[in-house]
């Protein structure tokens, strides 16, 4: 045998018998992961939950006035009141309660998505502090976080009280001279609050 043929044939050979022992190798593919012939991977389990980017609060105005009635509103205030009014402002949804009377009084309900919290405490010590708010209370056991302050204007008790919890924001207003506005009153409102969503 001639030797230039042999050495093309023993390198013919080692090409061949590398190329043998490789496997084939496959690009990205738009469908799904690559893989080779012949494997037996199992496919991954696809979870068929989405994340949300943006949290949903379930505080519609009709849905959060609908927590309690004129007639309990009527009670708790101790002084008549008229139809909820919902409204928006930005983030917060918000039911008011008006006394029929001009005596001033209202009953507010405020919800909003946790995160806007700080925002919102930062505005309820804002507004108290400019009516001669005695301070603050932090009121223990409730959620994340909670506190009430409370002013007397002209002699109006106006308490109010927001709490972090379940990843809601929730705040209540109590005023009206002749009412029966007090921390007490809007602690335990505010736990109804929470305890009826």
Known sequence: MNK????????????????????????????????????????????????????????????????????????LLGLQVGKVVASRQGPYSSCTWKTTKSAGGIVTITRADGRYYAAYEKKIVTVSEARKARGRKELEGLGAGAFAMGASVNGVPTWQAVALQGGLLTGVEISGAGSKSSIATVKEFLIEILARG
Request: glycine share 8%.
């Open 4 to 75: 230039g043929r042999w050495a093309i044939s023993v390198l013919l050979a080692v090409v061949l018998a590398g190329c043998a022992t490789e496997q084939p190798q496959y690009g990205p593919t738009v469908a799904g992961p690559t893989t080779t012939p012949g494997s037996r991977t199992p496919r991954p389990v696809v979870q068929e939950t989405l994340v949300e980017s943006e949290p949903k609060v379930p505080v519609t105005g009709a849905a959060l006035c609908k927590l309690f009635t004129t007639a309990e509103i009527t009670k």
